[in-house]
Protein backbone atom coordinates (compact mmCIF):
# COMPACT_ATOMS: atom_id res chain seq x y z
CA UNK A 1 0.00 0.00 0.00
CA UNK A 2 1.30 3.35 -0.62
CA UNK A 3 2.49 5.69 1.91
CA UNK A 4 4.51 8.69 0.85
CA UNK A 5 7.68 10.16 2.90
CA UNK A 6 7.61 13.30 3.94
CA UNK A 7 10.53 15.51 5.36
CA UNK A 8 11.66 19.06 5.69
CA UNK A 9 9.79 19.51 9.09
CA UNK A 10 11.39 20.87 12.32
CA UNK A 11 11.58 23.99 14.96
CA UNK A 12 11.48 27.27 13.64
CA UNK A 13 10.38 31.08 14.95
CA UNK A 14 6.79 32.75 14.26
CA UNK A 15 7.30 34.46 11.15
CA UNK A 16 9.80 31.86 9.94
CA UNK A 17 9.91 29.46 6.34
CA UNK A 18 10.10 25.68 6.08
CA UNK A 19 10.33 23.65 3.06
CA UNK A 20 8.45 20.10 3.05
CA UNK A 21 8.93 17.35 0.52
CA UNK A 22 7.18 14.46 0.24
CA UNK A 23 8.31 11.31 -2.11
CA UNK A 24 6.56 8.64 -3.59
CA UNK A 25 9.51 6.08 -4.61
CA UNK A 26 8.60 3.68 -7.59
CA UNK A 27 4.71 5.10 -7.45
CA UNK A 28 3.71 6.90 -10.98
CA UNK A 29 3.00 9.86 -9.29
CA UNK A 30 2.59 11.69 -12.27
CA UNK A 31 -1.46 10.28 -12.71
CA UNK A 32 -2.41 11.68 -9.77
CA UNK A 33 -3.24 14.83 -7.91
CA UNK A 34 -1.52 15.37 -4.67
CA UNK A 35 -2.55 16.93 -1.34
CA UNK A 36 -0.72 18.11 1.69
CA UNK A 37 -2.79 18.05 4.95
CA UNK A 38 -1.79 18.40 8.61
CA UNK A 39 -2.86 16.89 12.44
CA UNK A 40 -2.76 18.11 15.32
CA UNK A 41 -3.16 16.00 18.20
CA UNK A 42 -6.95 14.57 19.08
CA UNK A 43 -8.19 15.80 15.39
CA UNK A 44 -8.15 14.86 12.43
CA UNK A 45 -6.30 15.54 8.82
CA UNK A 46 -7.27 18.85 7.45
CA UNK A 47 -6.33 19.74 3.78
CA UNK A 48 -3.93 22.60 3.44
CA UNK A 49 -3.10 22.40 -0.50
CA UNK A 50 -3.10 20.51 -3.68
CA UNK A 51 -1.23 20.26 -6.82
CA UNK A 52 -2.91 18.52 -9.79
CA UNK A 53 -1.22 16.38 -13.04
CA UNK A 54 -0.91 16.94 -15.55
CA UNK A 55 -1.59 21.12 -15.46
CA UNK A 56 -0.75 22.08 -11.42
CA UNK A 57 -3.57 23.73 -10.79
CA UNK A 58 -3.44 24.39 -7.29
CA UNK A 59 -5.90 25.12 -4.52
CA UNK A 60 -4.89 26.30 -0.76
CA UNK A 61 -6.78 26.36 2.39
CA UNK A 62 -7.71 30.08 3.46
CA UNK A 63 -6.12 29.81 6.23
CA UNK A 64 -2.21 29.40 4.07
CA UNK A 65 -3.39 31.65 1.12
CA UNK A 66 -0.54 33.81 0.40
CA UNK A 67 1.64 32.50 2.90
CA UNK A 68 2.51 28.61 1.37
CA UNK A 69 3.42 27.49 -1.92
CA UNK A 70 2.94 23.75 -3.33
CA UNK A 71 4.37 22.48 -6.32
CA UNK A 72 5.75 18.85 -7.52
CA UNK A 73 8.35 17.49 -9.44
CA UNK A 74 6.51 14.00 -11.58
CA UNK A 75 10.44 13.15 -12.91
CA UNK A 76 11.26 12.98 -8.86
CA UNK A 77 7.48 11.59 -7.83
CA UNK A 78 7.90 14.54 -5.44
CA UNK A 79 5.78 17.70 -3.85
CA UNK A 80 6.90 20.07 -2.20
CA UNK A 81 5.25 22.50 0.36
CA UNK A 82 6.70 26.38 0.99
CA UNK A 83 5.79 27.35 4.12
CA UNK A 84 6.38 31.10 4.55
CA UNK A 85 5.25 33.44 7.22
CA UNK A 86 4.76 30.42 9.72
CA UNK A 87 2.99 30.83 13.14
CA UNK A 88 2.07 29.03 16.09
CA UNK A 89 -1.31 27.66 14.71
CA UNK A 90 0.62 25.71 12.27
CA UNK A 91 2.19 23.43 14.70
CA UNK A 92 1.09 20.16 13.09
CA UNK A 93 2.34 17.16 11.74
CA UNK A 94 2.06 17.57 7.70
CA UNK A 95 1.70 14.57 5.51
CA UNK A 96 0.83 14.00 2.00
CA UNK A 97 -1.83 12.00 0.08
CA UNK A 98 -3.50 11.44 -3.16
CA UNK A 99 -6.62 13.77 -3.54
CA UNK A 100 -9.58 12.52 -5.81
CA UNK A 101 -9.52 15.77 -7.19
CA UNK A 102 -7.59 19.00 -6.90
CA UNK A 103 -9.67 21.97 -7.75
CA UNK A 104 -12.25 25.09 -7.07
CA UNK A 105 -15.21 22.55 -7.14
CA UNK A 106 -13.78 19.94 -4.30
CA UNK A 107 -12.32 20.03 -0.70
CA UNK A 108 -8.94 18.89 -0.03
CA UNK A 109 -9.27 15.65 1.21
CA UNK A 110 -7.34 12.34 1.03
CA UNK A 111 -9.09 9.47 -1.10
CA UNK A 112 -10.92 6.62 1.11
CA UNK A 113 -7.98 4.07 0.94
CA UNK A 114 -5.28 6.36 2.30
CA UNK A 115 -2.42 5.09 4.24
CA UNK A 116 -1.04 7.61 6.53
CA UNK A 117 2.83 7.85 6.55
CA UNK A 118 4.67 9.62 9.78
CA UNK A 119 4.82 12.83 8.13
CA UNK A 120 6.73 15.32 9.30
CA UNK A 121 6.68 17.41 12.27
CA UNK A 122 6.30 20.76 12.43
CA UNK A 123 6.96 23.35 15.18
CA UNK A 124 6.46 27.42 15.65
CA UNK A 125 7.05 28.56 18.82
CA UNK A 126 9.75 31.55 19.67
Known amino acids: QLQFVESGGGLVQPGGSLRLSCEAPGFTFEFYDIGWFRQVPGKEHEGVSCISSPDSNRKYAEFVKGRFTIWRDNGKSTAYLQMDNLTPDDTAVYSC???????????????????WGQGTQVTVSS
Open 97 to 115: AIVDHCGTDYNIEPIDSTS
